[in-house]
């Protein structure tokens, strides 16, 4: 009997993995109209994407990452409570150069206090909190802003999608309530922090 029990133990590990297996990886047909597998294979001889799998997982990451959850199609989404908009660049510095430069710092703190109550009421982060500020420049660098990086008491701004550092030091104060001290005025861009005004 004792055998008995230990050999149906034995079986019934064997359908557990199995049945992990299963779950694990389970295989999707996907059909595309012509011109999107032309599309796809088309990007795919150019080198630009290895193949149909990895196009598809980045795609899955980027509606994750992007939080792309309630998308209007074509052209209108939303993450949380703000409507994201992909916007050039381009547009963007003609709207700046047309501020008087004396307004480019509290224009970036109003643009940081709005972002800081997007983060707070989308995610729950809690953008004056230093520890985590990992998570709020994560958020950033996934939303285009740049790449954005703490040490010791500097942050660092690789890639900024923002030319001017008035606006850049203006933006972190109201996001991060903090006070900075603009250390290089060409990218990477640096900011001490300034413990002595920190509010």
Request: negative net charge.
């Amino acid at each position: 009997m004792l055998k008995d029990i230990l050999f149906m133990q034995k079986d019934k590990e064997k359908i557990e993995e199995i049945l992990k297996k299963d779950e694990a990886a389970r295989r999707t047909t996907i059909i595309l109209e012509k011109e999107e597998r032309e599309f796809i294979d088309k990007l795919i001889s150019e080198g630009k994407e290895p193949g149909i799998k990895p196009l598809i997982s980045k795609m899955l990451d980027v509606y994750r990452s992007m939080m792309i959850y309630d998308w209007r199609f074509p052209g209108e989404y939303y993450c949380g409570i703000s409507r994201i908009a992909f916007i050039n660049i381009e547009l963007l510095n003609i709207l700046i150069q047309n501020i008087p430069e004396e307004k480019w710092r509290e224009i970036g703190r109003k643009m940081g206090e709005a972002a800081k109550v997007s983060m707070e009421a989308t995610l729950g982060i809690q953008t004056t909190n230093q520890e985590k500020w990992l998570e709020v420049f994560k958020r950033l660098r996934i939303q285009g802003f740049g790449d954005f990086y703490l040490k010791d008491k500097y942050i660092l701004i690789k890639a900024p999608f923002i030319s001017e550092t008035e606006i850049w030091a203006g933006f972190l104060e109201g996001l991060l309530n903090v006070e900075l001290d603009i250390k290089t005025s060409t990218p990477p861009f640096v900011f001490e922090i300034t413990p002595q005004l920190n509010k």
